[in-house]
């Protein structure tokens, strides 16, 4: 009948097929891949320094979820003249030799990479105008030891104040510093950034920024002030940046002001080990030992008993484990 369809019909019908391009396991070599590091990141978008000239570029599909951050070193294809409009694709991100992390807080499982293949990192202090905060001073220097990357103390505006009072406090974790004063000569700290990819971390109106400007004066990185009723320091920088030192004399990573920095991430282990001299010492302690202060049985325990051990030593070390623990605020 007109308008309907038999058994028949029905058992003769074929179904549309939905044309799909066939699967295949291979992908693309990316022999033609050029190699480049990353200066910076905004929303999505990389900027890449790739034989001397800056590249504007996305990340790639296949790279998925897998972060890119300041100081990766990725191959990269695509439109890389530099020129305006044009956009480049980073398809391999080249394994870290270093990676400089923190939490949001110690409760936080979640991760985040600050910079990665730094091998310094510069801890910047002010003296005074804002005061010290020793408690972030020891976390960012746990995250150094972490990462396995040479510590460095900068203290700024020595004018204003005396370096001793907070360096003897430092001292016996053997920890270099070099001391500046606002107009000052950066002879020294020069000297510790030549031949290096060291990162500047530190809180609000310490004076990084300043410093940036003096290193690479064509930084042309925001200044900011010191609040006088808080104390604090106002974010001028908002996002780390990489910066290459005159004559191709080193790295520097200029990052925003920190006021906190979780340390969820880090383990005793991993923070003892960064101390060859007392890790020794705790060959015989017992399993979970933390090697703090109030564990029983504890090896450092033993080492400056016997005379073995710099009981300045053993206590400084043991003021960075406690700072895992501390409020991160």
């Not at 097929?17 to 990389?46: L, S």
Request: proline share 6%; hydrophobic share 35%.
């Amino acid at each position: 009948m007109t308008g309907r369809y038999s058994d028949q019909d029905v058992e003769h019908y074929d179904r549309p097929r939905r044309r799909t391009r066939p699967r295949t396991k291979e992908r693309p070599t990316y022999d033609d891949a050029e190699d480049a590091v990353v200066v910076t990141v905004d929303r999505g978008r990389y900027t890449l320094l790739l034989d001397g000239r800056r590249v504007l570029a996305m990340k790639a599909r296949p790279l998925g979820r897998k972060g890119v951050v300041v100081g990766d070193r990725v191959r990269v294809v695509g439109d890389t003249t530099g020129d305006d409009g044009t956009l480049a694709r980073i398809v391999e991100v080249v394994e870290r030799t270093t990676v400089l992390r923190r939490t949001a807080d110690d409760d936080d499982p979640v991760e985040r990479v600050i910079v990665a293949n730094a091998d310094q990192l510069v801890v910047v202090t002010a003296l005074a105008d804002p005061d010290p905060q020793p408690r972030l001073l020891d976390r960012a220097l746990v995250a150094a030891y972490d990462a396995r990357m040479q510590p460095l103390l900068c203290l700024t505006k020595a004018d204003l104040a005396d370096p001793e009072t907070l360096l003897s406090t430092y001292r016996s974790l053997g920890v270099p510093w070099v001391v500046t004063q606002r107009g000052g000569d950066l002879t020294e700290l020069r000297e510790r950034l030549h031949g290096r990819t060291s990162v500047l971390l530190g809180s609000s109106g310490v004076g990084k920024s300043t410093l940036v400007n003096a290193l690479v004066p064509t930084a042309d990185r925001q200044v900011g002030h010191v609040n006088a009723v808080t104390g604090r320091g106002r974010h001028t920088s908002t996002s780390a940046y990489l910066l290459e030192l005159p004559d191709s004399a080193g790295w520097i990573v200029d990052t925003p002001g920190i006021r906190s920095f979780g340390l969820a991430h880090v383990e005793p282990e991993r923070l003892i080990e960064a101390f060859p001299d007392l890790d020794e010492m705790t060959e015989d302690c017992p399993r979970g030992c933390t090697h703090g202060e109030d564990e029983p049985e504890c090896g450092l325990d033993e080492a400056v008993a016997e005379g073995q051990a710099d009981p300045d030593r053993v206590a400084s070390f043991r003021r960075l484990l406690a700072a895992r623990s501390e409020p991160a605020y």
